[in-house]
């Protein structure tokens, strides 16, 4: 089974860019963020302690985070492989996710890390709040407040990875297309060793 992160910033194309993977590979997909807005949505007791966090522009706390992300991940033993999109996002949750899938003899093949400079970034974001309909994306100091969390907490993650030789930058600056076909690349270097 085969276990592929997408990282980076709010707002640079992980979700496109999974919609697309998980296209063509067939892979389980699981977004923390979506799963906190299904959440939100239904109203329940993890959606109304989420929500607190995501409408500050701040992470929800790692053990409740972990606890999801475990319920989701057990969802999907039968899957050729999965890819996760938004987690991990601190250290804890990286260092949790390993000892999860080590457990059953498994790991991270492939970290995927979109690059793009803030200033598109928070456009982008600007952008995607007229339709996303998540409060969110529309109020800049919470994006910036996002951004900066991003900086502090998650980026540290690419050295960690690094250091396990399963990191691969992209440049999420280029067209979607483009995009893909670096991230499709990564992949087959990945798969042929
Ligand atoms: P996203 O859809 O990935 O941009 O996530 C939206 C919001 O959900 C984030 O700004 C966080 O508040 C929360 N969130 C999503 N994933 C995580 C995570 N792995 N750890 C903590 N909070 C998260």
């Known amino acids: 089974m085969m276990h592929i992160v997408l990282f980076g910033p709010p707002g ?19 977004a923390t963020g979506d ?5 939100i949505k239904e109203q329940t007791e993890l ?6 966090y995501i409408d500050r522009g701040d992470l929800v706390p790692d053990e409740v985070t972990i606890e999801m992300l475990k319920n989701e991940v057990n969802k999907f033993s039968g899957a050729p492989g999965i ?16 000892k999860m899938l080590g ?4 790991k991270i093949d492939l970290v995927l890390a979109l690059e793009v400079p803030e200033d598109v970034l928070i456009q982008r974001i600007l952008n ?17 407040k996002r951004l900066k969390k991003y900086k502090e907490v998650t980026e540290p993650l690419k050295d960690y ?15 979607i297309e483009a995009v893909h076909r670096d991230i499709l690349q990564a992949l087959e270097k990945t798969v042929g060793g």
Do not use: C, M, W
């Open 12 to 30: 640079a194309g992980k979700g496109t860019q999974a919609g697309l993977l998980k296209e063509r590979l067939r892979f389980a997909y699981i």
């Open 35 to 39: 799963l906190f807005r299904q959440h």
């Open 47 to 52: 959606g109304r302690l989420a929500q607190t």
């Open 83 to 98: 890819i996760f999109d938004g987690f991990p996002r601190t250290t804890v949750q990286a260092e949790a996710l390993e």
């Open 103 to 106: 457990e059953n003899g498994e």
């Open 128 to 144: 995607r709040g007229k339709t996303s309909g998540r409060s969110d994306d529309t109020d800049r100091k919470t994006i910036i």
């Open 161 to 175: 990875y690094r250091k396990k030789e399963v990191l691969h930058v992209i440049d999420g600056l280029q067209d």
